[in-house]
């Protein structure tokens, strides 16, 4: 099993940054990419981004060139680093890897930004 514990959303105004942090435990090993979901009120979850054990990167077409994804393998982290925040960032975002066994793939618990104008 992988445990995942999210960090660094809340309020910031529009144009500003955040970054949220998630860390992962337990069976680390089976990991083969980690990402970041959101979910606004009344849409459907929709992945961010993404990045693979080797460092490929993927981007939902509305955050390219402003948000970043990385990853710390020593840490089990992953980072979001978002930049020019806009209204329409504002959901829930959510942890999520992928492993090569089963179960194949674990949420984190969800940590809310609000972007205010």
């Known amino acids: 099993q992988v445990q995942l514990v999210e960090s660094g959303g809340g309020l910031v105004q529009a144009g500003g940054s955040l970054r949220l942090s998630c860390v992962a435990s337990?069976?680390?090993?089976?990991?083969?990419?980690m990402g970041w979901y959101r979910q606004a009120p009344g849409k459907q979850r929709e992945v961010v981004a993404t990045?693979?054990?080797?460092?490929?990167?993927t981007y939902t077409d509305s955050v390219k060139g402003r948000f970043t994804i990385s990853r710390d393998n020593a840490k089990n982290t992953v980072y979001l680093h978002m930049t020019s925040l806009k209204l329409d960032d504002t959901a829930v975002y959510y942890c999520?890897?992928?492993?090569?066994?089963?179960?194949?793939?674990?949420w984190g618990q969800g940590t809310q930004v609000t972007v205010s104008s």
């Open positions: 990045i693979a054990n080797g460092g490929s990167t």
């Open positions: 337990g069976s680390t090993y089976s990991i083969t990419a």
């Open positions: 999520h890897v992928a492993r090569w066994l089963g179960p194949r793939e674990y």
